[in-house]
């Protein structure tokens, strides 16, 4: 049985931040929310939805005696948040996060922390391209995996209670390796993003010699829904996973330069090919 978290403080309550709150109130897994971040607005609708119980801009205040700190930030903002929050960090504190890199930020955040704090670094693979309190829910991590990267460092107590908890959002967990996380997510997450991103920007330059985008229809706005993010976490993705992101890249350029030449070859056959391939695959994930 999962025990109840006494005292929640939300770092960053949006979308990921404001349901992973709404999901253990749902649950009767929490008995109090603390939640911290920049905009009054945002978390004073926080609060009238009853997604915190209270507020505050300062972590150290919000993070006083709570039992569990979720980090739900920009990623380059996670170290600095936690240089304030290490008075508030003891054996009795469970520190984790739902950022979408993994490797550099434990690089960056394990020296941080105090002997005996526990840290249990996490990625909910559930966004979406809505941002704010407003566009969180309950069940936003139900059957969708949370992928959850301890290090040596890492108690496998305070594995298990993060992993009970996510499981409790309906999530399916499992446990990776770092570096691992980044290369998988680099391609099955961050490419997307980026093709995604890329292509409107080379719509809306082109729009400016033929207009075209006011034609655009259903399958560019699926294809794009996600390039309506929140551009200062994508910044921050694409500068923390650099590495795997540009291998990612390439190996996309590759499959773009073979369709070029399929197509510039006229080769029916080869495009067919291919088309039907990837169909098979979208089938199978849909599965």
């Known amino acids: 049985m999962t025990e109840p978290v006494r005292k929640l403080c939300i770092i960053g309550v949006g979308l990921i931040g404001g349901s992973f709150a709404r999901a253990l109130r749902a649950k009767g897994l929490v008995h109090e929310v603390i939640g911290c971040g920049r905009s009054r607005k945002n978390l004073e609708e926080a609060k009238r939805l009853g997604v915190v119980d209270r507020f505050t801009h300062d972590p150290a205040e919000a993070a006083q005696a709570a039992d569990l700190i979720f980090l739900a930030t920009p990623v380059r903002a996670m170290p600095g948040i936690v240089k304030t929050l290490r008075g508030s960090l003891t054996e009795e504190t469970l520190l984790t996060d739902a950022g979408s890199t993994k490797a550099n930020l434990i690089r960056s955040l394990e020296p941080l922390l105090p002997p005996g704090a526990q840290f249990v670094p996490g990625h909910p693979i559930a ?3 809505l941002t704010g309190v407003t ?19 890492t108690d496998g107590r305070a594995v298990d209670r993060v992993r009970s908890l996510w499981e409790q959002c309906g999530a399916q967990v499992e446990l990776m390796d770092p570096e691992l996380h980044d290369r998988v997510l680099g391609g099955i997450s961050h490419l997307p993003h980026l093709v995604a991103y890329a292509l409107v920007d080379t719509l809306v330059r082109w729009d400016r010699e033929s207009p075209m985008l006011r034609y655009s229809a259903g399958g560019f706005k699926d294809f794009t829904r996600v390039a309506g993010s929140s551009p200062e976490m994508w910044r921050d993705i694409c500068l923390e996973n650099r590495e795997a992101i540009i291998q990612a890249l390439d190996r996309y350029g590759r499959a773009l330069t073979d369709l070029r030449r399929l197509v510039e070859a006229g080769d029916a056959k080869g495009l067919e090919r291919v088309f039907a391939s990837c169909r098979e695959v979208r089938a199978r994930l849909e599965d």
């Open 135 to 153: 566009a969180s829910s309950a069940d936003l991590f139900t059957d969708r995996w949370t992928i959850l990267t301890p290090t040596g460092r």
């Open 127 to 129: 966004g979406k391209e």
